[in-house]
């Protein structure tokens, strides 16, 4: 046992471990696609099925640790959504005249929302969303398309005001990865607003005119549909390899997406498009680091310190004092031992090994040049998309893309294209979730060695939890999964998603997406994307007053698709709070905003938690 107080460095170290178990793996999505669509439970057994979870994480944190010079040390790579916690950690152990003010702030705010939570989670579920026009007039289905998002897949919810902080929270992404809206700065959220706006323009738009054959449609849904509406079978089309038999495609049919849908995966393409552009004109000099290790130089200083024995690295770094655009948070930290690039890189060997003996035990038809494909399109994606994440802290969704790459290259094979989706999308994920979590560290001065300690503890605690919990939930909640609308509670919007685009792009991605055919512009937008930025980095270059440079082409472009699934009730709220405290606090009451903004925030997050967990504990 210790025999100190518990620290600072103590408290970081749980909140990365536990952060890291908590993370839900794409790979349990695939398990759970083929349980719930394919009817089939992969071979042989749980234990390979365990590896798959951890080994699919694993590959991500390899390449995102080689990657540091470029997503951490930078002292512009601020990842914005972490400054709360930081900021209560800060709190809980700096002895200080002025932090009992801020400790008491927080316990009152926490329990505030703690006792408030109660109320839409367990007590009052309409908190989740409440409309005036919908109350209003309840037998308009326009006014619930435009006006309603309480429940999933309803409406755009514009207007609607939230007062469930789970979702506010969680309201700066479609998927829910949680930013809290006190923390991402103004000039990002702004960028996403105008997204926001756009993006409700532009779906009533192809719903009212009958795009793709909307109206026929439901309007917000991410499932396959037959043109007359109904659910699209997708095991009629699949012969006994799970491959599609053109034969069966031909008697049933080409399936149809959504028109909501089809636009998220146009702007998705198109923000994927603009972000290599936008970083290359705005944020090359920060890039410029990843690259310095292909330099003869150093190519040769690495195989001269190179050592078999990784486990012997010493972790020496040189100093970087004399670099201005480095972090000083990570200056103070060149007194640790770095956890050396050949843990990383032996981490990602070890993970490409196993991963190559996964996709042909569990039949996954993805072929080895498949996964190194997959492999080469995460490092690419890392670099760039990591880059946007750790300056915004707005996290795209690259699924699509990737899924868009994976279908032409393994036409008519969507059990492929899962597994190339899951080794190259989700190892951009993790590679992000290592940077932050790795900045966590930095912030909290938590010495690099234990970071990573951490998180391969988390790691391989958090696979056997998520498998787990991934079977209880399908056994038990099946029917809800599999339905077009789920519930304020549970819903299938992923599994679905990931479903249907794998059929879509894995096994009819010529026939759906390419030249002439009927989603072709989806494909085209990415190319389209690649000159978004092109006319804003020219205006600001020849007429600066313009301030083009305060907009990022990439969110604006993702976020026009932003309203295409779950509940979206909480989106206007959302915003408020961000106007209230990034613009309305930060300029009129300063020293309050530097003193207490983000201390109140994590009270709000942790309590908010902390009363959707303690029911779950006091019914066990």
Known sequence: ??????????????????????????????????????????NPGAKLRLYSLMNSRSVGYGIGGL??????????????????????????????????KKFRIFWIVFGVIFIWELFPEWMFPLLTGFSVFCLANQRSQDFTRIFGGSNGNEGLGLLSICFDWQYISGGSDVH???????????????????GYILCMVVFLAVFYKNIWQARSLPFLSQELFYENGTVYDQLRILNDKFEVDPELLRKEGLPFYAGSWVVQLLTTNLGLGATFTHLLLWNRHDMRNAWTWMAPSELKRMLKNFDIRFWKDEGKRDQADFDEDIDPHYREMLKYPDAPNSWYLVCLIVSIIMALVIIY??????????????????????LFFGTLYAITGLQFIIQPFVQMIGGFIHPGKPMANMYFVLFSYNSVNQALLLSRDLKIAQYTKLPPR????????????????????????????????LSVEGTNIWSGQQPQQYNSQAIAWGGLSHELFAVGQRYQFVAWAYVIGLFVPVPFWLAYRYFPKLRTDYLYTPVICYYIGWLCVGINSSIFTYFSVAWLSQWWLRTRYPQWFVKYNYIVAAALDGGTQGSGDCPHRVSF
């Open 1 to 42: 046992m210790a025999q100190h107080p518990f620290n600072k460095k103590e408290n970081a170290f749980i909140v990365i471990m536990s952060s890291a178990a908590a993370t839900s793996a794409l790979g349990t999505e695939v398990l759970a696609v083929q349980r719930l669509f394919y009817n089939i439970t992969p």
């Open 67 to 100: 990657l540091r010079t470029v997503l951490l040390y930078p002292s512009k790579m601020l990842y914005p959504g972490i400054l709360p916690l930081a900021s209560m950690l800060d709190t809980f152990f700096k002895d200080a005249a002025g932090i009992k």
């Open 176 to 194: 829910s990865t949680g930013n809290n809206p006190m923390a991402i700065p103004l000039r990002a959220q702004f960028s996403n607003f105008i």
């Open 361 to 382: 035990k569990t039949d996954s038809t993805l072929p080895w040049w498949g996964f190194i494909i997959a492999l080469l399109l995460a490092v690419l994606s890392i």
């Open 450 to 481: 234990a970071a990573f300690t951490a998180q391969i503890i988390g790691t391989l605690f958090g696979a056997v939890l998520n498998y787990v919990l991934m079977n209880s939930i399908i056994d038990n909640q099946r029917p809800i999964l």
